[in-house]
């Protein structure tokens, strides 16, 4: 395999069937980019700005996301099984239209009174 360093400058590439196995990229300014049929298992994202972005047919089996910003996101059609959060700012948070800070504390006093 062989390896490209490119430092400080600007390219657009045209990738096809491309094999970057271990590569790393750092300060990348990838606006407008569209990645298709992409392979990102055993991959760390840190400092990713996906703001706009569109993930269609997107698998996070296993994955483990801290201190992601959801806000304004929006999921549809999307398979949640098994799905565990912990720790989170719920405000303004709602499953099919339910509000789900005001669904926690009704179960939360639910609880307390059991």
Do not use: P
């Not at 339910?98 to 939360?108: D, T």
């Amino acid at each position: 395999m062989n390896t490209i360093k490119l430092h400080n400058c600007e390219h657009i590439f045209d990738l096809l069937n491309v094999d970057m196995t271990e590569s790393t990229f750092e300060e990348v300014d990838a606006t407008g980019s569209s990645l298709n049929q992409v392979n990102l298992t055993e991959s760390k994202l840190e400092k990713v700005k996906l703001e706009n972005a569109e993930l269609d047919s997107v698998s996070f089996t296993n994955a483990n996301m801290i201190s992601i910003n959801l806000q304004n996101a929006t999921l549809t059609r999307s398979n949640l099984h098994n799905l565990k959060i912990s720790s989170c700012n719920y405000e303004g948070m709602t499953i099919e239209g339910i509000e789900v800070f005001k669904l926690l504390q009704a179960y939360q006093m639910q609880q307390s009174a059991a």
